[in-house]
């Protein structure tokens, strides 16, 4: 756990779907976060377990409760009392289930804040911010956009940022994009370089991504100048060496085509691609059949003119160090492109491949 939060320390909400694709904000917060201190996560089906062991087979000391009383009595007798109930699904539509209000009613009552990253806004609902007022909490929807006021269009100033810029992209939704670029950042730390995280999705602003926007709620007209404008104050405020930019959806998923306002406006000097072999459709789309790595790595080239200059794998359905290692080998073969498991086997090869681009 993070010991360096700045929101204080949280439960997080993930009933039914943690180690899922539709819990991967849940995921996220387990793996990192410099926002809260993740002290537990909600979800009855692995109730009792160690969530790091259940998600990545490396225990990190946050329980999995059955639900918030379970959670909230346990942590008081620990004198762990959280201060944040976090909704950690993420599905398709970004709707919140029915089932979530009845907890959101109780976290609210015990009086802690509520941070939201799904599409249905709790601060929309009259029952949840007076309960909120009554308790001296507060609600927090992350993908609610800012007034247009307060929104950029796109300028051109990005072509002045002369920082490496590496855009992680993925030949699906859900697939890992997220994790890989920030295993790339604290990789490029460890290794001496100055690198910041861009974030595009709710959850890599609950990690604490300093610099981010929240492309699939923004609006389309201000969409490249949100990106533009994260890329450019991060270039501005921090000087760094690398600024790593999260992908979002795929250029080819047909509900998230998020990958061409990245391409467009983040104007990645090269691109890494994110991929999962054993998926055959895209994600929460039964019979849209997912393109072939070589149609994704060409499409990308074309739009952009810039290069994939390797692949990440997400072994999912994957059971063995073996089988990974054979998978990445095959990926290589057939693509002519390195390839590496970031979250198997660390980040440490692909930062030494990544280190002669650095300008």
Excluded at 89 to 107: F, M, Q, S, T, V
Excluded at 125 to 147: G, M, S, Y
Excluded at 282 to 301: M, R, T, V, W
Aim: a negative charge; hydrophobic letters at 40%.
């Amino acid at each position: 756990m993070n010991n360096h939060s700045l929101d204080g320390k949280a439960i997080v909400y993930c009933q039914g779907a943690f180690n899922t694709p539709e819990g991967k904000t849940a995921h996220g917060l387990v793996r990192f976060t410099e926002r809260f201190e993740i002290v537990g996560i909600i979800d009855q089906t692995y109730a009792g377990l160690d969530a790091g062991q259940v998600l990545d087979k490396k225990s990190n000391g946050i329980l999995i409760y059955k639900d918030l009383e379970s959670a909230y009595a346990h942590l008081e007798t620990e004198k762990v009392v959280p201060t944040n109930f976090v909704i950690g699904l993420a599905p398709d539509g970004g709707r919140l289930p029915e089932n979530a209000k009845n907890e959101i009613r109780k976290a609210l009552t015990l009086g802690l804040n509520i941070a939201s990253g799904l599409h249905d806004f709790i601060s929309n609902d009259n029952e949840f911010v007076q309960l909120a007022e009554e308790n001296r909490c507060h609600i927090t929807d992350v993908r609610k956009t800012p007034d247009r006021d307060k929104l950029h269009f796109f300028t051109g100033e990005i072509e002045n940022v002369s920082a490496l810029k590496l855009a992680i992209l993925g030949t699906d939704s859900a697939v890992g994009k997220r994790t890989t670029a920030w295993i790339i950042v604290h990789g490029l730390r460890k290794a001496g370089y100055k690198a910041e995280m861009i974030g595009t999705g709710q959850t890599a602003w609950m990690q604490g991504a300093k610099y981010s926007m929240i492309m699939d709620s923004c609006i389309n007209d201000f969409v490249s100048g949100e990106i533009e404008h994260a890329i450019v104050s991060a270039w501005k405020n921090e000087k760094p060496d690398v600024i790593v930019i999260e992908g979002q959806g795929s250029l080819m998923n047909p509900a998230y085509p998020g990958g061409f306002e990245i391409l467009a406006a983040g104007r990645p000097d090269f691109v890494l691609l994110q991929h999962a072999p054993r998926r055959l459709e895209y994600d929460g789309f039964p019979g849209y059949k997912l393109h072939s790595l070589k149609e994704q790595i060409n499409a990308i080239q074309t739009i952009s003119g810039k290069r994939v200059i390797a692949i990440t794998l997400n072994h999912e359905l994957m059971t063995s160090e073996k089988e990974i290692k054979e998978a990445c080998q095959i990926i290589t073969n057939e693509s002519g492109l390195p390839c590496f498991d970031v979250l198997a086997f660390g980040g440490d090869d692909l930062i030494e491949s990544i280190k002669k681009y650095v300008k």
